[in-house]
Each structure stands twice: as structure tokens, then as C-alpha cells.
């Protein structure tokens, strides 16, 4: 059974605790209760928002739940599979402009398209 620490407000796994605090921080000028205090408030400002992620995963996952029951097996209409994803906003319309950089990152990874092999 995991055991728990109140860090805050939060209720942290002793073994999250330990790893953050003895692993983590040193090194890094944070010491663990500013830490936590921080990450309490995150955690806790970011709730409403959260909550309404979690409600919109569950919508959509709703919808696709009924589509499948009603269309088992393979798609065999990808034009109308397509237009359903859209129709439940799981899928978007693709922006006419998209501004991203690739500023300080190795050419393998910011123009050559390919499978990438990451080794430690």
C-alpha cells in the first residue's frame, strides 16, 4: 500500500516526496517547500481548467463509444468516419498559418523527416 505526505494542500506519495526532494531539487537553488508551495498552487489554479479537459476527453470519448457500437468492425467510409471526427470537434480544421520555430535544434530533428533512434 503506497503511503502518503501532506505537502500543502496536496496529499504526495512518500516516494514522490523523497525522489523530488533528495533527487531533484539539489542542485537546483529550489528548496522543497518553496517547491511544493509553488507546485500546490499550480496544482489548485489549474483545477477548474483541468476539470474541464477531463469533461471534454469524456464527451468525445462518448460520441466515439456510440459511433463504434454503431459501425463495428473496420471503417469502411473514411470520407464519413473524417467528417463524424469533425462534426464532434475531435478533429479541427487545419490553420491557413502556423508560426513555429526550430531555433537551436539539430537538423536531423528540425528538416529531415525519418525515424530517430535515442540512446541515453
Known amino acids: 500500500m503506497t503511503d502518503f505526505v501532506k505537502c500543502q494542500r496536496l496529499k504526495v506519495a512518500v516516494s514522490l516526496q523523497r525522489f523530488v526532494d533528495e ?3 539539489p542542485g537546483t537553488g529550489l528548496e522543497p517547500e518553496a517547491f511544493w508551495k509553488g507546485f500546490d498552487a499550480l ?3 489549474l ?3 483541468n476539470r474541464e479537459l477531463l469533461a471534454e476527453r469524456e464527451r468525445l470519448q462518448g460520441q466515439l463509444d456510440k459511433w463504434y457500437k454503431a459501425h463495428p468492425g473496420p471503417i469502411t467510409d473514411m470520407p464519413a468516419y473524417r467528417e463524424f471526427l469533425h462534426s464532434i470537434g475531435y478533429l479541427q480544421p487545419v490553420p491557413e498559418h502556423v508560426a ?3 531555433a537551436n ?3 536531423e530533428i528540425s528538416e529531415q523527416a525519418g525515424p530517430q533512434l535515442v540512446v541515453p
Open 23 to 25: 533527487e531533484v531539487l
Open 43 to 45: 496544482v489548485h489554479d
Open 47 to 49: 483545477a477548474p481548467v
Open 100 to 102: 513555429a520555430t526550430t
Open 105 to 107: 535544434v539539430d537538423l
